[in-house]
């Protein structure tokens, strides 16, 4: 395995480029199929989707449409509890169909706050796709309708994922060590 240094910590790859690729092929597979016919907008939750976002979007043959919100809970390596956000959403989803695309989920803190603001403008449906999900971690109530991977309860970075600030160019994914 490979073995990398940003700031102070070590982490060693987990998830290879190819991984990611192949669950998000997987992922937009379903989603095509499932909003056959349909127009949904995507709301990815910024800063970590990017990426994902990015490679989804590009995967995606149906009409799609895609704004971005930004929310943070984390600083360092750990949530920080609160779920701050920088920027709110713009478009309009009354009687859309709305699928929030999110890096990792965690605590499941940033969703479960975020979501009831969603459902108050009435969208026809809501979901919810995530490249990483932490079962183990999961403190709040939230359903997640897609998923490209279930990861351990351990701290994550690259493809989005950062640790102040760096590691959010990496193409692979990887672990604390």
Do not use: W
Request: net charge negative.
């Amino acid at each position: 395995m490979t073995q990398i240094q940003v700031h102070d910590k070590h982490f060693e790859t987990y998830l290879s480029a190819n991984q990611i690729d192949e669950q998000i092929k997987r992922l937009a597979g379903e989603i095509n199929k499932d909003y056959n016919g349909k127009t949904p907008i995507f709301i990815a939750v910024l800063n970590g989707c990017f990426m994902f976002a990015s490679d989804l979007f590009k995967e995606l043959t149906i009409d799609a449409e895609i704004c971005f919100v930004k929310l943070a809970s984390y600083q360092g390596i750990k949530s920080t509890g609160q779920v701050v956000t920088a920027i709110g959403l713009e478009a309009t989803i009354t009687g859309r169909d709305v699928i929030v695309i999110e890096d990792i989920v965690d605590t499941g803190k940033t969703l479960f706050e975020f979501l009831p603001q969603l459902n108050n403008q009435n969208p026809a449906s809501l979901k919810i796709a995530t490249l990483l999900s932490k079962p183990e971690a999961l403190k709040h109530p939230v359903k997640l309708d897609y998923i490209g991977f279930e990861v351990p309860n351990k701290f994550l970075l690259g493809y989005g994922l950062d640790y102040d600030g760096l590691g959010r160019n990496l193409k692979q994914i990887y672990q604390l060590v």
